[in-house]
């Protein structure tokens, strides 16, 4: 089945900081997804991007679909930002497979 | 807020006992999906129904059972419990059985002393 990789596993930030996350899959996708998941284990849907480049606030993300790629950047991180993002991908009538996670911890 | 409600917010029980989580998906949304989230298997497919029927199925085991009823909000029957199927159980919604954006509810925290 498809493989997702995510990177780094940990990262700490100082507020006000910028961050790439990298998610990278071993097949053509039909569905990407971000995730953030709070403290408090609520997994909140942050861009529905297959393909293409997508700006939400502080929080963009672009898919680079032809080199299984995608990338998630947070820009003057915020303590609220802490938490797991994840990124999730499906290959078309195949569940979403999640990788592991990037933990993010970022500091006042 | 995700529209999915998912009830118990958490759960207690004892190895052996069974249990039921409940999730109602978004308004409109004909798919519903279960997810497990444990430590040491991260986050990880168990099934999905699409308008009541069952529609893929990933790693969930034999004790555990799910079904989508005409309302279209559906149920996870655990049974059986051991201390292992301690988890975060989310139940998410699409509007389609394949590709679009996946919804997902708070979670129903379990454990199993």
């Given at each position: 089945g498809i493989q997702v990789e995510q990177s780094p596993p940990d990262l700490i930030l100082q507020e006000g900081a910028n961050s790439t996350l990298r998610c990278n899959f071993s097949d053509s996708v039909n569905n990407l997804q971000w995730f953030h998941q709070n403290p408090w284990g609520q997994l909140i849907n942050l861009f529905y991007i297959p393909s293409g480049t997508k700006q939400n606030g502080r929080l963009s993300a672009t898919t680079v679909a032809t080199e299984r790629y995608s990338l998630l950047y947070i820009s003057s991180?915020?303590?609220?930002?802490s938490g797991v993002y994840f990124c999730a991908v499906d290959s078309g009538n195949t569940p979403l497979v999640f990788g592991k996670g990037t933990r993010l911890s970022v500091i006042a | 807020d995700s529209g999915v409600t998912q009830t118990p917010k958490h759960l207690i029980t004892a190895t052996g006992q069974r249990v039921t989580l409940r999730c109602s998906p978004r308004s409109g949304d004909l798919s519903v999906y279960w997810y497990q989230q444990s430590l040491d298997q991260g986050l990880q497919f168990l099934i999905q129904y699409y308008n009541g029927e069952e529609r893929a199925k990933g790693?969930?085991?034999?004790?555990f059972s799910a079904q989508q009823f005409p309302d279209l909000h559906s149920e996870l029957n655990l049974s059986s419990l051991e201390l292992g199927d301690s988890a975060l159980y989310f139940c998410a919604s699409s509007?389609?059985?394949?590709g679009g954006t996946q919804y997902f509810g708070p979670g129903t925290r379990l454990l199993v002393l």
């Open positions: 991180s915020q303590t609220t930002d | 790693n969930i085991l034999e004790r509007v389609d059985f394949s």
